[in-house]
Every structure is written in structure tokens, then in C-alpha cells.
């Protein structure tokens, strides 16, 4: 891989090198919980590598498998208060459960759904194949007989590639009961098409229901495990590339199987795959279920979509991104942002490594800067309260109204670091006798000649400049620090500073 090259760049130029046309880049996730910002690498990552191919001039479909024929293990802590209602429902397909808030088609279409507003959101497009139609059209039946013919091999490889020895009573297909179940079934007998099957297994969560029943391929009553769902999906996709996370590559990971199922068993040509690292919340995973980190849901209502993309696009691929929303982070994200935005995406070649990677970092988020400093709108909106009057005092009317919601729930929920909240005060708190001599001493001028004026004015009157700009703070904005004086004074206007004074 070229040093200086982005990751979306070398594996799009691998795709075109090795693969054929037409390309085509899979992924998929169970939908079971709410977002987090792991969840939306998911699908952000491949839809940075398609643009990446595509950039290049070449075709390529993107394919996303909501895997919702998955059992339905346990009620995510948002949910909490259905759970009397979704209780029933443990151990059926996701697809199978009903949605309690009635909103969706089913529990696992209500978070699909979320999905797919943040696809959305963050401009991703791909053809989404809700998983369970898939089997329903018999897409899967030649791989599940496949599978029931040629058992004891398929068993095998993934003893070996996973390290573990599988139990006696192991299949390739899970089996959906007359209960609705799919947890909770095994296979007793098959002759390749034709099954039978008990519900019996007791899985911590649910237990079987007992029945006994029969049923055949042909009928799509069941789903194939993971460790060879996914070598099939990539076989119906025709997938060129696709990628998993770490949890996903370890030794004895459902990589290993996918790779020696796919070559030496179904004899078929293996896809690029290439692996992320985790998002991390303090060194955790962030969790949908647990209710670990942010959820995306909130992040959305704070940060513009293209800042949180550059945030998750930014660095290397494999490593682990820790992301600690605290209100100091976000601000600091936001000014890397604006930063690599004036970073000229003409100069790549002559740009060191870290700049050419926020740069083709910043044109993967965005088409387009919207505006021009998210702390010049926060610092004017609390002294103006009008959108109007800031984008017009800052000369950027456009990024006033595009962060309008963003700051506005900064303030509501009290989330701006103590340095940049504040409320006007001038008049409403009495003055140091510097105060009034410094005020009276200047007329104007920009926020750093302001910033300098404070310090000769210290320097002259024997004052330490710490002090100064403390009784500046107080008589301004009554508390003893704030944002930028200079910027502060510059943002009220010398005059009207002046007149609220009383001087
Ligand atoms: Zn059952």
C-alpha cells in the first residue's frame, strides 16, 4: 500500500486490479438495537470504497443484507418497557417479531428502518436486501442443499478453521418451528431436502416449545448458520470486496471458515476482504444493546453528518478510533474539520502524509465547506439570539442557517465547554476602575489588536494581564473566563460594549 494513499483509495485500486467487472461491495449487520457509530461504519465503509472505485471511472453495486431472519436474543435497554410484550417473541426471527411501537414492519425492520434514515443522512446508497425475502425466493436452497449433501465435510472445515469440535447433533440449517422459533431447533434427520427437526434446546433467553416437526428445503423454513450464511451471501452478491471488523478476523474467526468454505469446499474464486478496527468509547466497545457510548441518533442532533463521516474516515482503517463525545472533543473534531477544509484538494501530491489524508479524509465527508466558523456562530448567537442578524454580522448567512439546529441544541442541553458559554452582562455587574480606563482608552479595531491592546494596557499600568482580562470577563459576561476577549469585544462592537457599560 502507498504511504500516502487513503485506504478507500489502495482498496478501490485492488478491486480494479484483481476483480472483474462488474464490481460489487457487500456488508451487512443484524439490526437488533439502536445505532452507534460502529453500527454506521458498517455501511459508511463500504460506500467510501464503491465512491472510491467509482471515482475511477468503473461500476460498482453496493449490497447491504439486513440479516433480520436472525433470532431475536434480547430486548435492547431502550425497549425495556415492552418487555412484556416482546417476552413472547424471544428466540423468533428478528422479521418475526411484531415492532411494539407499531411504526415498522417487524422489531428487526423498526431498527433497519433507523438505518436506513442514517444511510440516508450520511449520503450512503446501496441496494438494501432485507435477508429473510432472499430465502423466501429460494435464493438459498441450492447452498443449503449443498451444505445437508455434503455435511460431514462442511462440519469439518469449520471444526478446524474455528478450533472447536461442534456438537453431535450439528447441522448447517436452523430450522423455523410451527412455534415461530428459530433459537431453539435442531435437526434430527435429513436426506439433503427433506427434514425432520425438534424444538427442544434451551437457550438461557428462551426454551423450545417441544413440537417435532418435518419440512423441506423447498418450503424456506429455516436459515443457514453464520459461519456459512456469509460465504454465501458474497456467492449470491457476486461480491468483488468486503470487509468485517476485527472480532471478525481472529484466529478461529468466521473469517477463516468463510475463506476455506468458499475455496476449497464450494470450489469458488474468494473476494477481497480487507478488516476495521472497533469504535471505542473509552476503551470499550460502543454497544447498541448495552447502551455503551452515544448513540447516533443523539450525535446526529450535535455534529453535521460530514464531521462525524471525517471523524470515522480519518484514520487508518485497521486501527481502533476511541471516541469520547464530551463537548471539548466534538469542538476539537470541528476545528480539524475546518481546518483540512482549507487544505487545497489541488496540492495532494505535494502535501506531507497527515495532510494528505485530512485532506482526501475531508472530500470523502463533504462536497462543500457550509460554513465558516462553528465557534464564531456559537459565540454570536449568544450575544445576538437571531440567526439573522449573525450570519449577517459574520458575513456567512448560509453556515448560520446550516448549524442553526446544531448550536441551538449545544445550548439546550447545556452541552458548550464552561470556556464558551456565557451570558451578556455588561451593566448588570459594577466595574473595576481599570475596566473603565481601559474601555474608555480604545475605539475599535479586530479581535487580535483588541487581544493586544488588553496586554500594553496591563503592561503600562503595571497590572498582571491575567488580572486585566479577569475584571474584563467579570464586567462583560460576570464570571472570571470566557471565550477569546478579543473575539468577545470584536462580536459586541466596541461602541455598544461601551454605551452597555455606562461610559
Ligand atoms: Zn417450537
Same mark, same amino acid.
Given at each position: 500500500?502507498?504511504?500516502?494513499?487513503?485506504?478507500?483509495?489502495?482498496? &478501490?485500486?485492488?478491486?480494479?486490479?484483481?476483480?472483474?467487472?462488474?464490481?460489487?461491495?457487500?456488508?451487512?449487520?443484524?439490526?437488533?438495537?439502536? &445505532?452507534?457509530?460502529?453500527?454506521?461504519?458498517?455501511?459508511?465503509?463500504?460506500?467510501?470504497?464503491?465512491?472510491?472505485?467509482?471515482?475511477?471511472?468503473?461500476?460498482?453495486?453496493?449490497?447491504?443484507?439486513?440479516?433480520?431472519?436472525?433470532?431475536?436474543?434480547?430486548?435492547?435497554?431502550?425497549?425495556?418497557?415492552?418487555?412484556?410484550?416482546?417476552?413472547?417473541?424471544?428466540?423468533?426471527?428478528?422479521?418475526?417479531?411484531?415492532?411494539?411501537?407499531?411504526?415498522?414492519?417487524?422489531?428487526?425492520?423498526?431498527?433497519?428502518?433507523?438505518?436506513?434514515?442514517?444511510?440516508?443522512?450520511?449520503?450512503?446508497?446501496?441496494?438494501?436486501?432485507?435477508?429473510?425475502?432472499?430465502?423466501?425466493?429460494?435464493?438459498?436452497?441450492?447452498?443449503?442443499?449443498?451444505?445437508?449433501?455434503?455435511?460431514?465435510?462442511?462440519?469439518?472445515?469449520?471444526?478446524?478453521?474455528?478450533?472447536?469440535?461442534?456438537?453431535?447433533?450439528?447441522?448447517?440449517?436452523?430450522?423455523?418451528?410451527?412455534?415461530?422459533?428459530?433459537?431453539?431447533?435442531?435437526?434430527?434427520?435429513?436426506?439433503?431436502?427433506?427434514?425432520?427437526?425438534?424444538?427442544?434446546?434451551?437457550?438461557?433467553?428462551?426454551?423450545?416449545?417441544?413440537?417435532?416437526?418435518?419440512?423441506?428445503?423447498?418450503?424456506?423454513?429455516?436459515?443457514?448458520?453464520?459461519?456459512?450464511?456469509?460465504?454465501?451471501?458474497?456467492?449470491?452478491?457476486?461480491?468483488?470486496?468486503?470487509?468485517?471488523?476485527?472480532?471478525?478476523?481472529?484466529?478461529?474467526?468466521?473469517?477463516?471458515?468463510?475463506?476455506?468454505?468458499?475455496?476449497?469446499?464450494?470450489?469458488?474464486?474468494?473476494?477481497?476482504?480487507?478488516?476495521?478496527?472497533?469504535?471505542?468509547?473509552?476503551?470499550?466497545?460502543?454497544?447498541?444493546?448495552?447502551?455503551?457510548?452515544?448513540?447516533?441518533?443523539?450525535?446526529?442532533?450535535?455534529?453535521?453528518?460530514?464531521?462525524?463521516?471525517?471523524?470515522?474516515?480519518?484514520?487508518?482503517?485497521?486501527?481502533?478510533?476511541?471516541?469520547?463525545?464530551?463537548?471539548?472533543?466534538?469542538?476539537?473534531?470541528?476545528?480539524?474539520?475546518?481546518?483540512?477544509?482549507?487544505?487545497?484538494?489541488?496540492?495532494?501530491?505535494?502535501?506531507?502524509?497527515?495532510?494528505?489524508?485530512?485532506?482526501?479524509?475531508?472530500?470523502?465527508?463533504?462536497?462543500?465547506?457550509?460554513?465558516?466558523?462553528?465557534?464564531?456562530?456559537?459565540?454570536?448567537?449568544?450575544?445576538?439570539?437571531?440567526?439573522?442578524?449573525?450570519?449577517?454580522?459574520?458575513?456567512?448567512?448560509?453556515?448560520?442557517?446550516?448549524?442553526?439546529?446544531?448550536?441551538?441544541?449545544?445550548?439546550?442541553?447545556?452541552?458548550?465547554?464552561?470556556?464558551?458559554?456565557?451570558?451578556?452582562? &455588561?451593566?448588570?455587574?459594577?466595574?473595576?476602575?481599570?475596566?473603565?480606563?481601559?474601555?474608555?482608552?480604545?475605539?475599535?479595531?479586530?479581535?487580535?489588536?483588541?487581544?493586544?491592546?488588553?496586554?500594553?494596557?496591563?503592561?503600562?499600568?503595571?497590572?498582571?494581564?491575567?488580572?486585566?482580562? &479577569?475584571?474584563?470577563?467579570?464586567?462583560?459576561?460576570?464570571?472570571?473566563?470566557?471565550?477569546?476577549?478579543?473575539?468577545?469585544?470584536?462580536?459586541?462592537?466596541?461602541?455598544?460594549?461601551?454605551?452597555?457599560?455606562?461610559?
Amino acid at each position: 500500500m502507498s504511504e500516502h494513499m487513503h485506504w478507500s483509495e489502495w482498496l &478501490a485500486g485492488r478491486v480494479i486490479e484483481e476483480k472483474n467487472e462488474p464490481y460489487v461491495i457487500s456488508g451487512g449487520m443484524t439490526t437488533s438495537g439502536p &445505532a452507534h457509530l460502529g453500527t454506521l461504519c458498517e455501511f459508511l465503509f463500504p460506500s467510501v470504497i464503491r465512491d472510491a472505485i467509482e471515482k475511477r471511472g468503473k461500476k460498482c453495486s453496493f449490497y447491504f443484507a439486513a440479516d433480520i431472519l436472525d433470532a431475536f436474543d434480547g430486548v435492547p435497554v431502550e425497549m425495556e418497557k415492552h418487555t412484556e410484550f416482546l417476552k413472547p417473541h424471544l428466540g423468533k426471527p428478528l422479521c418475526d417479531v411484531p415492532d411494539p411501537t407499531g411504526k415498522s414492519r417487524s422489531f428487526g425492520d423498526y431498527y433497519l428502518d433507523e438505518a436506513r434514515e442514517l444511510m440516508e443522512k450520511f449520503g450512503v446508497k446501496p441496494v438494501v436486501v432485507r435477508i429473510n425475502e432472499y430465502y423466501n425466493e429460494g435464493k438459498f436452497d441450492e447452498y443449503a442443499r449443498f451444505f445437508l449433501k455434503n455435511e460431514n465435510e462442511t462440519r469439518m472445515v469449520i471444526e478446524q478453521t474455528s478450533g472447536k469440535e461442534e456438537k453431535k447433533d450439528w447441522s448447517p440449517i436452523m430450522p423455523i418451528c410451527e412455534c415461530g422459533k428459530i433459537a431453539t431447533t435442531r435437526v434430527i434427520s435429513h436426506d439433503g431436502e427433506n427434514y425432520e427437526y425438534i424444538c427442544d434446546k434451551d437457550v438461557k433467553y428462551t426454551k423450545g416449545c417441544g413440537h417435532r416437526g418435518k419440512n423441506k428445503i423447498s418450503d424456506h423454513r429455516y436459515k443457514i448458520v453464520w459461519r456459512l450464511h456469509w460465504p454465501v451471501w458474497k456467492q449470491i452478491f457476486g461480491t468483488s470486496i468486503e470487509g468485517a471488523g476485527i472480532d471478525h478476523h481472529t484466529k478461529g474467526g468466521s473469517e477463516d471458515t468463510c475463506e476455506v468454505i468458499t475455496l476449497k469446499l464450494m470450489k469458488k474464486d474468494y473476494h477481497i476482504h480487507y478488516r476495521y478496527g472497533f469504535i471505542l468509547f473509552q476503551g470499550k466497545k460502543y454497544s447498541k444493546s448495552k447502551g455503551i457510548g452515544m448513540g447516533v441518533r443523539e450525535i446526529v442532533t450535535l455534529l453535521p453528518a460530514e464531521i462525524i463521516k471525517y471523524m470515522l474516515v480519518r484514520p487508518d482503517l485497521e486501527e481502533n478510533i476511541d471516541i469520547n463525545p464530551t463537548s471539548e472533543n466534538l469542538l476539537r473534531t470541528i476545528e480539524d474539520f475546518e481546518g483540512a477544509s482549507k487544505l487545497e484538494q489541488g496540492k495532494l501530491d505535494e502535501m506531507g502524509r497527515p495532510e494528505r489524508k485530512r485532506a482526501i479524509a475531508f472530500a470523502i465527508s463533504t462536497n462543500k465547506m457550509r460554513w465558516k466558523s462553528f465557534l464564531d456562530l456559537l459565540l454570536y448567537y449568544q450575544i445576538y439570539q437571531n440567526w439573522e442578524e449573525v450570519g449577517k454580522k459574520l458575513n456567512d448567512n448560509e453556515g448560520a442557517f446550516y448549524l442553526k439546529p446544531f448550536i441551538e441544541e449545544w445550548i439546550a442541553r447545556d452541552f458548550i465547554p464552561e470556556d464558551y458559554r456565557f451570558k451578556y452582562q &455588561a451593566g448588570k455587574v459594577p466595574i473595576s476602575e481599570n475596566v473603565k480606563k481601559y474601555m474608555v482608552g480604545i475605539s475599535g479595531g479586530d479581535a487580535l489588536s483588541i487581544h493586544n491592546s488588553v496586554f500594553e494596557f496591563a503592561k503600562a499600568n503595571s497590572i498582571e494581564p491575567k488580572q486585566m482580562f &479577569a475584571e474584563l470577563y467579570q464586567a462583560v459576561i460576570g464570571k472570571p473566563k470566557g471565550p477569546r476577549m478579543g473575539k468577545l469585544i470584536e462580536a459586541l462592537g466596541v461602541e455598544r460594549l461601551k454605551r452597555d457599560l455606562g461610559l
